[in-house]
């Protein structure tokens, strides 16, 4: 158990909908990041917060967004969802804020399905 | 785009067996990091490497850190049924600083 909690796990829905993908990091971490994992590509870096703030962009659609609100929980939203956005989304926390020194810890991932 | 390389992309290995996964950038890189992901779970932290030339064991596994800082291993000895998963290797990107994953290295383990 890495500490970081993800909800849901598994989420269907339709062409053009919306949802959202809710992340708690461990206790102690204020930066959260997001991935997205496809087979094609891999795990794709979309953007990190830390303490609030958003610190990193990445590979993120402009109908995606994110933030994170004072308690550190992470929300990512998606949004016209299409086909291709079906994907396991990853969350991970992390102590530090910045560049890439330190561990990631992931949660368990959201996977989406867009049918 | 991809700023690591890794390579395999699959492998079969005979349980028992040795193997190595690798992982080269194009830059030079200031860390690399690697992580195992098992079927159905979620990328677990395994040994970050900084140094040039550096080399970690953790037991069965090897880690090491080429004298450019451009490529990376992972050696794994006498390869168990738990061995299974796909190791992936990160660097920071160097556009966004933030780690980016190569494909990954799936691993079969053959009993």
């Known amino acids: 158990d890495s500490g970081v909690t993800q909800t849901p796990k598994h989420l269907i829905t339709a062409t053009g909908q919306r949802v959202t993908l809710r992340c708690s990091p461990r206790s102690g971490d204020l930066s959260v990041y997001w991935y997205q994992q496809s087979l094609d590509q891999g795990l794709q870096f979309l953007i990190q917060y830390y303490n609030g703030e958003e610190r990193a962009k990445g590979n993120i659609l402009e109908r995606f967004s994110a933030q994170q609100f004072p308690d550190l929980h992470s929300e990512l939203n998606l949004s016209s969802l299409e086909l291709g956005d079906s994907a396991l989304y990853f969350c991970a926390s992390s102590v530090e804020g910045g560049g890439t020194t330190g561990e990631l810890f992931f949660g368990e991932g959201s996977r989406l399905t867009v049918l | 785009g991809q700023q690591v390389m890794q390579i395999p992309q699959y492998q079969h290995v005979q349980e028992g067996e040795d193997f190595t996964t690798y992982c080269n950038s194009s830059?030079?890189?200031?860390?690399i990091q690697w992580y195992k992901q098992r079927p159905g779970g979620h990328p677990v932290f395994l040994i970050q490497l900084v140094k040039s030339g550096e080399v970690k064991k953790q037991k069965r596994l090897t880690f090491q850190f080429g004298e450019a800082k451009k490529n990376s291993s992972l050696h794994i000895t006498a390869t168990q049924t738990t061995d299974v998963g796909t190791y992936f290797c990160?660097?920071?990107?160097?556009?966004?600083?933030?780690?980016?994953f190569g494909k990954g290295n799936q691993v079969v383990v053959i009993p």
């Open positions: 830059t030079t890189l200031s860390n």
């Open positions: 990160a660097g920071p990107h160097s556009g966004n600083n933030r780690l980016a």
